[in-house]
Nanobody
């Protein structure tokens, strides 16, 4: 079982940037596809981005496609989510999730096996 810990959230101004990190402990993250999701109060969990275990394939959600970059450093056991041009509607708790998988990851939350505790991102206008 892999344990995931998100970090890098906080308060940002509209138009600003943040980089979130998802670090794994107890297992090598290189064995896992990793996804990022977010959930705002009163809303369903939304897919943000995902990356294959090698980093060769990535996906992003339509609402953030032009503003995010997902990457990973398997040597550091960490996946990153770089977000730019932040807007107040990006305010949410951001979660990373993982699944042992070789191919292209999925975009549905139920596909993933392990989840972090989340990190809050708040964007002020």
């Amino acid at each position: 079982q892999v344990q995931l810990v998100e970090s890098g959230g906080g308060l940002a101004q509209a138009g600003g940037s943040l980089r979130l990190s998802c670090a794994a402990s107890s297992r090598r993250l290189s064995a896992y596809a990793v996804g990022w999701f977010r959930q705002a109060p009163g809303k369903e969990r939304e897919f943000v981005a995902a990356i294959s275990r090698s980093g060769s394939r990535s996906l992003s959600g339509d609402s953030v496609k032009d503003r995010i970059t997902i990457s990973r450093d398997n040597a550091k056991n960490t996946v990153y989510l770089q977000m730019s041009s932040l807007q107040p509607e990006d305010t949410a708790v951001y979660y990373c999730a993982s699944k042992t998988w070789i191919g292209v990851p999925e975009t549905t939350a139920g596909w993933y096996d392990y989840w972090g505790q989340g990190t809050q991102v708040t964007v002020s206008s």
